[in-house]
């Protein structure tokens, strides 16, 4: 997978700019599925990937920050 994590960091602040910060599990899985469509990502694989770097990108950018607690 060749994303890197500021397009897959970015995928999260669009999904928030629309339906908000509170519920950190749903707006992950909206930005997972926006990633999957928008980059042809269709194996299991892929999208576990990406949902493990998301995860991974939350506890860097938005806990870690103190913000973003739902």
Known sequence: MKLTNDTIW?????????????????????????????????????REELRGRLDMLWIDRADAAGAFHG
């Open 10 to 46: 970015r995928a999260v602040q669009d999904q928030a700019a629309l339906f908000g910060w509170g519920d950190r599990e749903a707006l992950i899985a909206k930005a997972v599925n926006r990633l999957c469509k928008r980059h042809h990502l269709k194996t299991d694989g892929e």
